[in-house]
């Protein structure tokens, strides 16, 4: 069954840094790959979403990379500032309306000042 | 837009009792929701898929009997926990497809569910 690991249970970075995370999947390669953020007893707010086609996306102070040979993709805040602090997510999906996605456990971002 | 609520946002309730969450889609219409349960530091897992007019679809080892789930319409879908024990204490959190130009899903907020 695919499974999807991300490698840090939690990343502590200074402000003004950027902050790198990592996802990384088993078996096939999804039709996207999604980033959430979620905060403590909160539900997870949508991010970014990257093609199994594409290469890179920016939204803002975030960059996403997919790279489907290494089977991975890469999270990055820059000029990261401690509201950047969340565990960030990242989630599989196969692309299909209607199909559940498949989460990561997350990466615990603490951004200090 | 694309607004999911959940109700109520928090329940502390005796053993025993049963314990219903409702998931709204506020301004879109959902023909599939999703509920999922996460534990603390662990990955949101997926409990049943729900479709309007028909019968949830659960994932492996989760009871259908003991947490009912209901589409009654494109916008509301709710999940009951029958018989609450305290190790059903957990966040759930459920999740609507609006399913434009991918597989767009948008989140409620979660109920943090205590058994006692």
């Known amino acids: 069954s695919q499974k999807i690991e991300q490698n840090s249970e939690a990343l502590n970075i200074q402000e003004g840094k950027t902050a790198t995370l990592t996802c990384n999947y088993t078996?096939?390669?999804?039709?996207?790959l999604q980033w959430y953020r979620q905060d403590p007893g909160r539900g997870p707010v949508f991010l970014l979403l990257i093609r199994e086609n594409e290469k890179e996306k920016r939204k803002e102070r975030l960059k996403v990379t997919f790279d489907t040979t290494l089977k991975q993709s890469l999270f990055h805040i820059t000029a990261s500032q401690p509201a950047d602090s969340a565990t960030y997510l990242c989630?599989?999906?196969?692309?299909?309306?209607?199909?559940?996605?498949?989460f990561g456990k997350g990466t615990t971002l603490s951004v200090s000042s | 837009g694309a607004v999911v609520s959940q109700h109520p946002s928090r329940v502390i309730c005796k053993s025993g009792t049963s314990v219903k969450i409702e998931c709204r889609s506020l301004d879109f219409q959902a023909t599939t929701m999703f509920w999922y349960r996460q534990f603390p530091k662990q990955s949101l897992m997926l409990m049943a898929t729900s479709n309007e007019g028909s019968k949830a679809t659960y994932e492996q080892g989760v009871e259908k009997d003991k947490f009912l789930i209901n589409h009654a319409s494109l916008t509301l879908s709710t999940l009951t926990v029958t018989s609450a024990h305290p190790e059903d204490s957990s966040f759930y959190i459920c999740?609507?497809?609006?399913?434009?130009?991918?597989?767009?899903?948008?989140f409620g907020p979660g109920t943090r569910l205590t058994v006692l």
């Open positions: 999740s609507a497809n609006r399913g434009r130009t991918y597989n767009e899903q948008f």
């Open positions: 078996n096939y390669s999804p039709a996207y």
């Open positions: 989630a599989l999906d196969i692309g299909q309306a209607g199909t559940a996605l498949i």
